[in-house]
Nanobody, 120 residues
Framework: QVQLVESGGGLVQLGGSLRLSCAASGSIFSINGMGWYRQAPGKQRELVAAISRGGNTNYADSVKGRFTVSRDNAKNTVYLQMNSLKPEDTAVYYC??????????????WGQGTPVTVSS
């Protein structure tokens, strides 16, 4: 069993900052890619940022230059530093990881989501 637990969401004013964290736990041998998705009401879930085990990153065009994704492989944790927040960033943010489960294989794991609300 693998669990992803997000933290750091909340309310913030336009232009403010938040840092999201996601810690993976369970029968983990290693984690390949990790990333963040978000979903606003009535909209599709979209990729926000992703990072490979080796540190290669990619970002949605809408957040590039404002958000930074990073990870700590020893802690099985991925972070999303969110700066210059806009109301359009309001969504539930979900952590995702491709986890190599010990003695089993690879699975795609998701967290429960943490809400981010940006007020104008």
């Amino acid at each position: 069993q693998v669990q992803l637990v997000e933290s750091g969401g909340g309310l913030v004013q336009l232009g403010g900052s938040l840092r999201l964290s996601c810690a993976a736990s369970g029968s983990i041998f290693s984690i390949n890619g990790m990333g963040w998705y978000r979903q606003a009401p009535g909209k599709q879930r979209e990729l926000v940022a992703a990072i490979s085990r080796g540190g290669n990153t990619n970002y949605a065009d809408s957040v590039k230059g404002r958000f930074t994704v990073s990870r700590d492989n020893a802690k099985n944790t991925v972070y999303l530093q969110m700066n210059s927040l806009k109301p359009e960033d309001t969504a539930v943010y979900y952590c995702n990881a491709e986890v190599v489960v010990a003695f089993t294989g690879t699975l795609d794991a998701w967290g429960q989501g943490t809400p981010v609300t940006v007020s104008s």
